[in-house]
């Protein structure tokens, strides 16, 4: 089965830091990875597909990267509103697989 | 607008059936994926499987399969998670959504399932 590690579990950062989540695939998978932000109480909601397209209406200051095994989600400028879990998705396969998690606080 | 509305919460009791649904509108139906998603409390995303409208092609992922069933109702733009016999480990919120060539790019508000004697 495929995975995706995820890292780091929980990040504490300041408004204005530049913030970044990676993932790493089990395997090769091109450049399928997408991200999602989640609120709490809320639905995830997506922020970058296809490791590097911005979702239409998400801010600039997300951006994702990479390739192969190894991606990343960079948030250039934290604010405040930022504070969310994230969460990566790898679609190589038919058979989608979600990283665990990473819990951003301020 | 795109919608994807799920059916409201349910309390079970262990041994128990359910279905719950999610309706898709203003879009295609049968021209995307529909994708089930759980969360249980406190933890993270889990993929559990996807179903196409358009042909009802199913694909579960392992850690799922056998234990719920994935359907649909192009007609009426439903797609439905079962379960034959819940078990209290089947407790969180479950999350229907859309997949647009492989990311999800609507989601449902989710539906919390408690199962509890």
């Known amino acids: 089965d495929m995975q995706m590690t995820q890292s780091p579990s929980s990040l504490s950062a300041s408004v204005g830091d530049r913030v970044t989540i990676t993932c790493q695939a089990s395997?090769?998978?091109?450049?399928?990875v997408n991200w999602y932000q989640q609120k709490p109480g809320k639905a995830p909601k997506l922020l970058i597909y296809?490791?590097?397209n911005l979702e239409t209406g998400v801010p600039s200051r997300f951006s994702g990267s990479g390739s192969g095994t190894d991606f990343a989600l960079i948030i250039s400028s934290l604010q405040p509103e930022d504070i969310a879990t994230y969460f990566c998705?790898?679609?190589?396969?038919?058979?989608?697989?979600f990283g665990q998690g990473t819990k951003l606080e301020i | 607008e795109v919608q994807l509305v799920q059916s409201g919460a349910e309390v079970k009791k262990p041994g128990e059936f359910l279905k719950i649904s999610c309706k898709g509108s203003g879009y295609i139906y049968t021209n995307y994926w529909i994708g089930w998603v759980r969360q249980m409390p406190g933890k993270g995303l889990e993929w559990m499987g996807t179903i196409h409208p358009g042909d009802s092609d199913t694909r579960y992922s392992p850690s799922f399969r056998g234990q719920v069933t994935l359907s649909v109702d192009k007609s009426i733009s439903i797609a439905y998670l079962q379960w034959r016999s819940l078990r209290a480990s089947d407790t969180g919120m479950y999350y229907c959504?859309?997949?647009?060539?492989?990311?999800?790019?609507?989601w449902g508000q989710g539906t919390l399932v408690t199962v509890s004697s």
């Open positions: 296809e490791t590097s």
């Open positions: 395997q090769d998978i091109s450049n399928y």
């Open positions: 959504a859309r997949s647009r060539s492989g990311w999800y790019d609507y």
């Open positions: 998705q790898q679609y190589d396969t038919l058979r989608h697989t």
